[in-house]
Structures are given as structure tokens and as C-alpha cells.
């Protein structure tokens, strides 16, 4: 890929987009490097979890005002569909995917971060939703995710005012769940990555879904689809071989993943 690595590390693999020149902006090339890497990602049974990050001092700064500047209307509407079809692929993956926020994730870096399951940040990370001091709306989901983590109201302010917060006013409003020097961001995040591949990995995904699912749907619905998860999970070998080994006293020392 132009513009996106892919690394194996055990059962943890680690994107990196790979565009520090210009912070990484996003731009259709990047979004398709990304996307051809969760093809990848998709046909390697021995990654279990994802983390994001950017190479050099950000995370994503952004979606590529260059390339945007002379968009018609079309051209906009065309970019923001194919950005959100890739973040919402993301947010859709089987496999959990952990944003390690490095730096800037203003506009599309935000609403790329937010795509992830769980956000990390390091210290020096920054916040933001810029774009309707560029005459335009979020447009790759923005408006949408924000709202759902950090709630309306709040949501609502950084949209409209344009307003960067730091890493520590992130944490306060949940926006990141963790904060963390800059020197160990990159360590914490593949702590967090290898106790969720310690785990059963069939469970995991099934949890993942519903818990996404969940936050769509009205609450009878997410239950019943809560109690289909958990009735598949009876079929699998770890539940039975875990289940076995709590009745026994004994320590569940890895999981088939079947």
C-alpha cells in the first residue's frame, strides 16, 4: 500500500497510516490503502485485534483540504460516501480495533479514531471537529458518532464552534478511554490488544456485535440479539472447555478460538 502498513505482532496486528508529510491527511488514496489492508487483515486467521496509529507526530489531521478545495458538489458527496463505506466497515469488523490516538485527530482523523471500538490518546493528542469553520459539515460520520460517545449536547458544542480539546478534556468527556505519555502509547495500546486476543476469541466478536448492534436498535431488539450470541457461544468448545476448568478450580490457559 501507497500510504498504509500493516504489521503482525503475535495475534495483534497494527495499521499505520503513513503520510506524516502532510499529517496524514486522509485522501482517496489513503482510503482505499485502508481498506485493501482490512482485506488483508480479513483473510489472516492469526490476527485477532487491530490497533490504529499514524506515523510521526499525528494520528490523522484530517481529510485532505488540497485535494477537497475544488470539489462540486458531486465530487464532496462522492468523498463522503466512499469515507464513510470504509469507516463504516471498520466500525462493522469482526475483530475489535483499538485507535492509538499520537498526535492530531481533527476532522476526518476524529471521526477515523472514532470508527475504532476503544480509543486510547497520549498526552500530546488533540481533538477536533474543524470543519464548519471550512464552510462544511463532518463528512464521514461526524455529526453521528460524536453524539452517540460523548453525548448530544456536548457533541453538539465541538461541532459548531470548531473547538480542539486536548487529551485530558478527551478523557473527561469520554471521548478517549485512556491517557498516556507519548513514549508508552504505543506499548499500552498492544497491552490492551493482547489481553483481548488472550480471550475467546468467538465470544469476543459475538460481544463486539452487540454491543454495536445494541446502540442502534431499540432495547427489546438489542436483547434478543444479546440472547442469540449468548446461545451461540454454547456451541463453541471454549465454553466448555473454560466452564470446565472454572468448576475445577484451574486456570483457562488459551482458547481454541472454535
Request: hydrophobic share 45%; aromatic share 6%.
Amino acid at each position: 500500500m501507497a500510504f498504509v502498513e500493516l504489521e503482525q505482532r503475535g495475534h495483534v496486528g497494527l495499521i499505520t497510516i503513513n503520510r506524516p508529510e502532510v499529517l496524514n491527511a486522509l485522501n482517496l488514496q489513503v482510503l482505499h490503502d485502508l481498506d485493501q489492508i482490512l482485506d488483508q487483515v480479513e483473510t489472516n486467521q492469526n490476527i485477532y485485534v487491530l490497533i490504529l496509529t499514524g506515523a510521526g507526530r499525528s494520528f490523522v489531521a484530517g481529510a485532505d483540504i488540497g485535494e477537497m478545495a475544488n470539489f462540486t458538489a458531486s465530487d464532496a458527496k462522492n468523498f463522503s460516501r466512499q469515507g464513510n463505506s470504509v469507516l463504516l466497515r471498520m466500525t462493522r469488523f469482526p475483530r475489535p480495533i483499538i485507535a492509538a490516538v499520537n498526535g492530531f485527530a481533527l476532522g476526518g482523523g476524529c471521526e477515523l479514531a472514532m470508527s475504532c471500538d476503544i480509543r486510547i490518546g497520549s498526552n500530546n493528542a488533540k481533538f477536533g471537529m474543524p470543519e464548519v469553520g471550512l464552510g462544511i459539515t463532518p463528512g464521514f460520520g461526524g455529526t453521528q458518532r460524536l453524539a452517540r460517545i460523548v453525548g448530544m449536547s456536548t457533541a453538539t458544542e465541538l461541532v459548531l464552534t470548531s473547538r480542539f480539546i486536548d487529551a485530558q478534556e478527551a478523557l473527561q468527556i469520554g471521548l478517549i478511554n485512556h491517557l498516556y505519555p507519548a513514549e508508552e502509547l504505543l506499548d499500552r495500546a498492544f497491552e490492551l490488544a493482547n489481553l483481548i486476543a488472550s480471550k475467546a476469541q468467538v465470544a469476543v466478536r459475538q460481544a463486539k456485535q452487540a454491543i454495536r448492534i445494541g446502540t442502534q436498535i431499540d432495547m427489546s431488539s438489542a436483547i434478543a440479539f444479546e440472547s442469540e450470541a449468548f446461545g451461540l457461544c454454547f456451541s463453541t468448545e471454549d465454553q466448555k472447555d473454560a466452564m470446565q476448568a472454572f468448576l475445577n478450580k484451574e486456570k483457562m490457559i488459551s482458547y481454541k478460538n472454535r
